[in-house]
């Protein structure tokens, strides 16, 4: 079974292991980069992706995070995860990082406000059953993609899940739906890469 990290710095990290554990994986925190070094695969969470950064900066994973990713480690990133795995964000905040991968540009907090968060069913290519109910908190949509990119679903004109060979994101937060359907997906995607 593979070992499947989640970014441990800030954000919904219990969400994801729960999620991780529904979808028969075993995950682990990861916050130093000798937890880094011990995964096959690494999901980024949602949460805060200027907050998150400037932790991976200071906690010296950020280098790490970028080699594993540059060598072929699987990862997936929803919402704050995407953002982080996104070549390029449209508006960064000052001195917010990326560990970059997929080779798109994001635009933070796209659909607006806290308050404007809200759900809605998503069709997603490569997840069977019916569509995935979508969380979307202050999501990130994705404004562009290069050539290697497949766009895995849409919502409101555009994409909203992103695939780059072994690297995966969601604008949205399965990990809050109880539907484990995604991280499976990811599992999948992790054991393929072994
Ligand atoms: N808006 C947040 C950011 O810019 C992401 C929100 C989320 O992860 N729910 O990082």
């Known amino acids: 079974m593979p070992e499947i990290g989640v970014l441990a710095l800030q954000g919904d990290v219990r969400e994801h292991l729960d999620a991780l554990t529904g979808a028969g994986a075993r995950g682990r925190p990861v916050r130093r980069p000798e937890e880094l070094a011990a995964v096959d695969g690494l999901v980024i969470p949602g949460g805060e992706s200027t907050t998150m950064s400037k932790l991976a900066t ?40 990326t560990i970059g ?7 933070r907090n796209a659909f607006g406000r806290q308050n404007e968060s809200f759900e809605a069913a998503v069709e997603v290519e490569g997840i069977d059953g019916g569509p995935v109910q979508g969380v979307f908190i202050r999501a990130p949509w994705v404004e562009s993609t290069g050539a290697g990119t497949l766009s895995l679903a849409r919502y409101g004109g555009h994409s909203v899940a992103v695939r780059q060979g072994g690297l995966l994101a969601t604008s949205f937060h399965p990990e809050l739906t109880g539907d484990h359907r995604v991280h499976r997906y990811f599992a999948d995607m992790v054991r393929a890469a072994g």
């Open 58 to 97: 200071a906690f010296g994973l950020l280098e790490p995070l970028r080699e594993r990713v540059r060598a072929g480690m699987p990862a997936y990133g929803s919402c704050a995860g995407m953002i982080m795995l996104a070549d390029k964000i449209l508006d960064p905040r000052s001195g917010q990082e």
């Open 101 to 107: 991968g997929i080779d798109m540009i994001v635009r």
